[in-house]
T-cell receptor, first 118, second 111 residues
Framework: DAGVIQSPRHEVTEMGQEVTLRCKPI?????LFWYRQTMMRGLELLIY????????DSGMPEDRFSAKMPNASFSTLKIQPSEPRDSAVYFC????????????????FGPGTRLLVL | TQLLEQSPQFLSIQEGENLTVYCNSS?????LQWYRQEPGEGPVLLVT?????EVKKLKRLTFQFGDARKDSSLHITAAQPGDTGLYLC???????????FGGGTRLMVKP
C-alpha cells in the first residue's frame, strides 16, 4: 500500500516566485495535515483538513500561504509570493479520524518537500 | 495553548549506553505518541500510550505515560547507531485528531 506521496521532493526558487507543494494522502484517510519543519521552530502545524474541509488554519503564517483540498486524494499548499524565511521542509500527513471510546490519532507522514527560497 | 517540552534537545552518546528522553507539559493529553524521524524522511510512529501510568516496551525502547497524563519518557537500553535520529513526542486530544508536537530530541549514537 502506498504511503503519503508528496511532490516535488526538492524545490529551489527565487524570492517572489509562486511555489506549489502537492500531497496525495493514504487512500481511505479522512484527515490531512500540512506541517512545516525548521531547526529553529521544530514541527509546526499549518493547516488541518477533515473530509476535505479546512478545520483549523490558525498555523498558516500569513496571507501568502494558502491550502486547498479539492477531493479526498489531493491537496496543495501554495506560497505566493515566496520569501527566504519560508525555506523549510514541508510535510503532509494523513490520518483516519474515528469516533469511539478510544481512538488513536496516528499520523502518517510523507517524505517531505525541502524548499529553499533564494 | 497546549505545549510539550522535550529534554534534552541534543544527546550524543556511545554505543551501548543507556539514555532517557523526557516530554513534559502542564496540559493533560488523551494520548501520547512517540515518533522517530531519520534524515530526509518524515516522522514514523513508534508507540502510542493512552492510560495514565502505562508502560510499553518495544525491544530496547521503554515508553511510559505519566500518571496524570501530562508527561512521558522514552528510555533506550544499550543504544545502537541505528537508534540515531530525531525523537518527537506528540500529545493527542485536540479537536479532531490534531496532535501537539514537542520540539524533539536529536540523538546521535556513536559506534
Amino acid at each position: 500500500d502506498a504511503g503519503v506521496i508528496q511532490s516535488p521532493r526538492h524545490e529551489v526558487t527565487e524570492m517572489g516566485q509562486e511555489v506549489t507543494l502537492r500531497c496525495k494522502p493514504i487512500s481511505g484517510h479522512n484527515s490531512l495535515f500540512w506541517y512545516r519543519q525548521t531547526m529553529m521552530r521544530g514541527l509546526e502545524l499549518l493547516i488541518y483538513f477533515n473530509n476535505n474541509v479546512p478545520i483549523d488554519d490558525s498555523g498558516m503564517p500569513e496571507d501568502r500561504f494558502s491550502a486547498k483540498m479539492p477531493n479526498a486524494s489531493f491537496s496543495t499548499l501554495k506560497i505566493q509570493p515566496s520569501e527566504p524565511r519560508d525555506s523549510a521542509v514541508y510535510f503532509c500527513a494523513s490520518s483516519l479520524l474515528s469516533t469511539g471510546i478510544l481512538y488513536q490519532e496516528t499520523q502518517y507522514f510523507g517524505p517531505g518537500t525541502r524548499l529553499l527560497v533564494l | 495553548t497546549q505545549l510539550l517540552e522535550q529534554s534534552p534537545q541534543f544527546l550524543s552518546i556511545q554505543e551501548g549506553e543507556n539514555l532517557t528522553v523526557y516530554c513534559n507539559s502542564s496540559s493533560v493529553f488523551s494520548s501520547l505518541q512517540w515518533y522517530r524521524q531519520e534524515p530526509g524522511e518524515g516522522p514514523v510512529l513508534l508507540v502510542t500510550v493512552v492510560t495514565g501510568g502505562e508502560v510499553k516496551k518495544l525491544k530496547r525502547l521503554t515508553f511510559q505515560f505519566g500518571d496524570a497524563r501530562k508527561d512521558s519518557s522514552l528510555h533506550i537500553t544499550a543504544a545502537q547507531p541505528g537508534d540515531t535520529g530525531l525523537y518527537l513526542c506528540a500529545g493527542g486530544g485536540r479537536a479532531g485528531n490534531m496532535l501537539t508536537f514537542g520540539g524533539g530530541t536529536r540523538l546521535m549514537v556513536k559506534p
